[in-house]
């Protein structure tokens, strides 16, 4: 599994360096259901899904959406949990709704579908690529913010809590940026490994075992994330 640890509910390392949260439990539970034995690479977020792409991975899992362009380049599981973007300001900031947004620096992962959408034109409902600052990860996003270097975060509303209870000064705007569902990629045309772990995953949903694995993380008043 190729990954991008810096996305705390879903995958971080733990003052040993292994890699835990959400994403791991849920492919150890398919290595062990598959018999296999689960090796997981950190690396950065594009990074991760080359792997799965090229095959230095099997699968690739780091809170990754389903959206057309990676479906070119990959083939998707069924969706295990879904993923609410959400907008992190300072306390007391004038941007207290998602137009307010217009003409601010705003600060996302690289690579992910929250750079995405808002580094698209204003006229496809984003905020043009000059306004967007891509970071290799959340943490350091929200380190700039905190230094006045950005105006705002856009990630997703699991980790997005996570840095705000770990960053006094911090809140989240109450409107939902966007609304997204994560899968597991595989490399394309790799059919019987998709067809394996999506048998292991619809076996997982079924027993309760995805449910209990995000509920161990993600309590249920908070919203999040709930497996499908």
Known sequence: MSTNAAFPPYESTDDSGNVVGIDADIAAAI????????????????????????????????????????????DFTDTYANGVQVVIVPEGSDITSIEDMQGKRIGTQRGTTGYILCSSPVEDGGFGEEN??????????????????IDCVVIDNAPAQELVKANPGLTTLETEYANEKYAIGVAKGN???????????????EDGTIQSIIDKYIPADAGSAEAE
């Open 132 to 149: 967007v600052v891509p970071y290799d990860d959340a943490i350091a996003a929200v380190k700039a913010l905190k230094n006045g270097q």
């Open 191 to 205: 059919t019987a490994l998709l067809d394996a772990v999506n048998g292991a995953l619809k076996e997982l949903m």
């Open 31 to 74: 290595a062990e259901k598959l018999g296999l034995k689960l090796q997981i690479d950190d690396m950065d977020f594009d990074g991760a899904l080359a792997a799965a792409q090229s095959g230095k991975s099997d699968i690739v899992m780091a809170g990754v959406t389903v959206n057309e362009e990676r479906q070119l380049v990959l």
